[in-house]
């Protein structure tokens, strides 16, 4: 079973707040994720890293932040949270083989922006 | 761009077969994944195909063909825990995943 943690699960906020949203793996997994989701909708990516020290941004990055200094800790910031950014907030590890990149999914960050 | 194209949802009796259909179109291929999401919750993977042909785990099958561009899920002998979405999610050239919008799967009795 993936050991991938998400905190907090739940989190309503209002306009304007600066919010960090927690996700730690246990697996050693080089590759870490952050997407996010909306109900009945496909997953965006938006940010990526590849190990510490580095991370990428997806397709949604622009109003958000990320870092990674511990292998196992990559943390998203949200500078000012609008209410566009109500969503589901997922974040995932996989192993580094370039030929296999099964990815494990934590439980998710529900964020509501009023 | 990059395309991804599942049915949006599918209905089905408990102890039937469903297949379930995935197309896409991206920008090179490194495998396609197939994951299970309950409502709510968070993805579940599910299986792997990167050659042509079906690969077969206990109830669940998944087949691929890289020429048409075409998977399929086939769930067997269904259960009413069944009931979740089913995404597709194809690793581009650049070793990212592209995901369709997911198959929502309703069991009836």
């Known amino acids: 079973e993936a050991d991938i943690y998400q905190t907090p699960r739940y989190l309503v906020i209002g306009t304007g707040k600066k919010i960090t949203l927690e996700c730690s793996q246990t697996m050693g997994h080089d590759k870490m994720y952050w997407y996010q989701q909306d109900p009945g909708m496909e997953l965006h990516l938006i940010h990526y890293s590849y190990g510490v020290n580095s991370t990428e941004k997806g397709d949604l990055s622009s109003e958000s932040t990320v870092s990674r200094i511990r292998t196992e800790h990559f943390p998203l910031t949200l500078e000012s949270a609008r209410p566009s950014h109500t969503s589901q907030y997922l974040c995932?590890?996989?192993?580094?083989?370039?030929?296999?990149?099964?990815?494990?999914f934590g439980p998710g960050t529900r964020l509501t922006v009023l | 761009g990059q395309n991804i194209d599942q049915p949006t949802e599918m209905t089905a009796t408990e102890g039937a077969i469903v297949q379930i259909n995935c197309t896409y179109q991206?920008?090179?291929?490194?495998?396609l994944f197939w994951y299970q999401q309950h409502a709510g919750e968070a993805p579940t993977f599910l299986s792997y195909n990167v050659l042509d042909g079906l690969e077969e785990k206990g109830r669940f099958s998944s087949f691929l063909s890289r020429s048409k561009g075409y998977s399929y899920l086939l769930l067997k002998e269904l259960q009413m825990k069944d009931s979740a979405s089913y995404l597709c999610?194809?690793?581009?050239?650049?070793?990212?995943?592209?995901w369709g919008a997911g198959t929502k799967l309703i069991i009836k009795p």
């Open positions: 991206t920008s090179g291929f490194n495998g």
């Open positions: 999610a194809v690793m581009d050239s650049n070793y990212q995943l592209i």
């Open positions: 995932a590890s996989s192993p580094s083989k370039e030929d296999y990149n099964e990815q494990f």
